[in-house]
Nanobody, 118 residues
Framework: QVQLVESGGGLVQAGGSLRLACAAS????????MGWFRQAPGKEREFVARISWRSGNTEYADSVKARFTISRDNAKNTVYLQMNSLKPEDTAVYYC???????????WGQGTQVTVYS
């Protein structure tokens, strides 16, 4: 089993920054991807970013490109999401996710709230 624990959410003014972290523990071998998703009230969960654990290649949703940066620390089994130039529409619960043995995200964290006010 794998456990994912997020941290770093909070309340921030528009234009500000936050950094989320997600620490993975348990059976973390053969990691393919780690990523971030978010769910705003009344909306479906949506993809934000992902990073290849081996190559470090990254992918982003168009809505966050050039504002968010995903990174990883393999030694700590931790993935980060640096969020800059935050907008009120970035308000959501952010979930960390992990894909092991395939590209499908099978493991999820409990979520951390990010609220951006104008």
């Amino acid at each position: 089993q794998v456990q994912l624990v997020e941290s770093g959410g909070g309340l921030v003014q528009a234009g500000g920054s936050l950094r989320l972290a997600c620490a993975a523990s348990g059976r973390t071998v053969n990691t393919y991807y780690m990523g971030w998703f978010r769910q705003a009230p009344g909306k479906e969960r949506e993809f934000v970013a992902r990073i290849s654990w081996r190559s470090g290649n990254t992918e982003y949703a168009d809505s966050v490109k050039a504002r968010f940066t995903i990174s990883r620390d393999n030694a700590k089994n931790t993935v980060y999401l640096q969020m800059n130039s935050l907008k009120p529409e970035d308000t959501a619960v952010y979930y960390c996710a992990a894909a092991y043995g395939s590209s499908r995200f099978d493991y999820w964290g409990q979520g951390t709230q990010v609220t951006v006010y104008s």
